[in-house]
């Protein structure tokens, strides 16, 4: 909805010629709500700050292989990543106790991220960024030397 300057909402007021004290306890009104909307703005805590990790898939047991994928996940800034999955196994679980979660209940990891809602992750602390899982490449970290470049 378009946000409309006090000044612009008198004029239009007066030129529809609405009495003075009706116009008056409209635009007291006005300023009354405008000034709870500040108020609850400022009492509102700030958006935690996160970070990105990614859990993998790994169903072989280690990470040689050529099908290793998993999921990006988002946690609050400086919290230990190792709690993220206890946090996603407990919005699983969350939302298998749920009536939506009885009638179609998650049973995997892939499950959990693609099926339980937004709202029970976010109680967790835990924001699914992929619902589906992504390949994940392996790298040793360095870049290859260019051809005819010194070294």
């Known amino acids: 909805?378009?946000?409309?300057?006090?000044?612009?909402?008198?004029?239009?007021?007066?030129?529809?010629?609405?009495?003075?004290?009706?116009?008056?306890?409209?635009?007291?009104?006005?300023?009354?709500?405008?000034?709870?909307?500040?108020?609850?703005?400022?009492?509102?805590?700030?958006?935690?700050?996160?970070?990105?990790?990614?859990?993998?898939?790994?169903?072989?047991?280690?990470?040689?292989?050529?099908?290793?994928?998993?999921?990006?996940?988002?946690?609050?800034?400086?919290?230990?990543?190792g709690l993220a999955l206890d946090k996603l196994t407990a919005a699983a679980y969350e939302h298998n106790a749920s009536p939506k979660g009885r009638k179609f209940p998650v049973e995997t990891i892939g499950e959990a991220c693609e099926s339980v809602s937004p709202k029970t992750l976010k109680e967790q602390n835990v924001w699914v960024k992929t619902k589906i899982p992504v390949m994940v490449l392996r790298t040793d970290n360095k870049l290859p030397k260019a051809p005819g470049l010194p070294d």
Do not use: C, Y
């Open 1 to 81: 909805m378009a946000k409309v300057e006090i000044d612009i909402l008198k004029k239009i007021l007066e030129r529809n010629e609405i009495e003075v004290r009706k116009r008056n306890q409209v635009l007291q009104d006005i300023k009354h709500v405008l000034e709870q909307e500040a108020m609850e703005k400022e009492m509102k805590p700030p958006q935690p700050k996160k970070e990105f990790t990614i859990l993998i898939s790994d169903p072989r047991g280690h990470l040689k292989g050529e099908d290793v994928s998993g999921w990006v996940l988002q946690i609050p800034e400086g919290e230990n990543p």
